[in-house]
């Protein structure tokens, strides 16, 4: 049965796409823990991250990184974090952050919530940056 994030790339759930290409697509995490939180994904279904070739992984990082740049051009922020969890979602995502400080990147805080208007235009400023790279 397909992940829920294959069928977010699939367009089969909506969700506030940044970014894609024909190996990866990049959508707002759903419960971000600061405005601008982004996931990445193969579209091939893998589980855990370090389970991809050398040369997938490669290209993965090298789209996280065209995305990162694209969340710091839409959302001024100190440094964008990456970080790799998996705990909850059986498909590979990394997670891009823009962080004011180290707290941003605390998984323990309670999430945040946006109303999808807010949400709406987070996605389309990091889509706009996306382009231009
Ligand atoms: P983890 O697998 O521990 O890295 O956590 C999965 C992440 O996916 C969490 O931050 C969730 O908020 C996020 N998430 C789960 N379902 C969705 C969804 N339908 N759309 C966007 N983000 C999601």
């Not at 759930?13 to 707002?28: D, G, H, T, V």
């Not at 759903?30 to 279904?45: A, D, F, M, Q, S």
């Not at 959302?75 to 909850?88: H, I, M, Q, R, W």
Request: proline share 6%; net charge negative.
């Amino acid at each position: 049965m397909a992940t829920i994030f294959t069928k977010i790339a699939n367009g089969e759930i909506p969700s506030y796409k940044c970014a894609e290409n024909e190996e990866f697509y990049a959508f707002l995490d759903i419960n971000p823990l600061v405005k601008g939180h982004t996931l990445c994904i193969p579209r091939r279904e893998v589980d855990y991250i370090f389970d991809m070739e050398d040369d997938e992984i490669a290209r993965f990082q090298v789209f996280a990184k065209k995305v990162a740049l694209a969340i710091k051009s839409a959302f001024p922020c100190v440094k964008v974090g990456e970080a790799v969890l998996g705990l909850e979602v059986p498909h590979a995502h990394i997670h891009l952050i823009p962080m004011q400080s180290e707290k941003d990147m605390l998984f323990s805080n309670p999430k945040q919530k946006f109303p999808a208007d807010e949400m709406q235009a987070a996605a389309d400023a990091i889509f706009a940056e996306f382009q231009k790279l």
